[in-house]
């Protein structure tokens, strides 16, 4: 493609943003299914709803330029966060754990998402294209509330088990604090 004009450079990264939503689309519901927390599952199901509302608005504003979302060229940025955050799905490990990994994958995909879509709001503002700027900013903010909720989920006790089950509780013997990987009693010589 040859881009002459901004237009041609909004009408690419509406596209490319069309293409990563729908990726995210695919990849939530696995998300979903590994999360340990309740209310990651929850917050990342609202999220989810949120995103195909999300595709529904590129569709519209492309509609509107009298482009096809059709022709988007898989949005190769997503699709290596996405697929960072894949190698996450195939871990075992303990809830809150996985679940810290979990909110720091999706933030790496809201951050990238805030990133392209406050280009986008601002491009369509410069260019007159007043409602799409609206779209855009529902959108924007709606990816900084799921990065927002994200933060309070993390700092609202996952990151604290994740950090409690890297440092097990201490154990006392006769007296003597024992880390609890070793589990032997210290030796006292006189």
Not at 46 to 74: F, P, S
Not at 122 to 139: F, P
Not at 142 to 163: M, S, V, W
């Amino acid at each position: 493609m040859e881009m002459k004009s901004l237009r041609d450079v909004f009408t690419h990264e509406l596209k490319d943003m069309y293409s990563a939503e729908k990726q995210i689309l695919k990849a939530l519901p696995k998300i979903i299914k590994k999360a340990g927390s309740t209310e990651l599952q929850e917050a990342l199901e609202d999220h989810r709803m949120a995103t195909e509302n999300q595709v529904g608005r590129l569709e519209e504003i492309l509609g509107a330029m009298e482009e096809t979302a059709k022709t988007a060229k898989k949005c190769k940025g997503m699709a290596g966060i996405l697929e960072e955050g894949e190698e996450l799905l195939k871990e075992r490990g303990t809830d809150g754990v996985l679940d810290a990994a979990l909110i720091g994958a999706a933030q790496k995909v809201e951050h990238y998402e805030i990133a392209a879509y406050g280009t986008l709001v601002a491009w369509a503002r410069d260019m007159g294209h007043a409602d799409a700027a609206d779209l855009l900013q529902e959108t924007l903010d709606e990816e900084k509330a799921a990065d927002e909720t994200l933060t309070l989920l993390a700092q609202g006790g996952i990151n604290q088990q994740a950090a409690d089950a890297s440092h097990p509780p201490e154990v006392v013997i006769a007296d003597v604090v024992v880390p609890a990987r070793s589990r032997r009693p210290a030796v006292h010589r006189r």
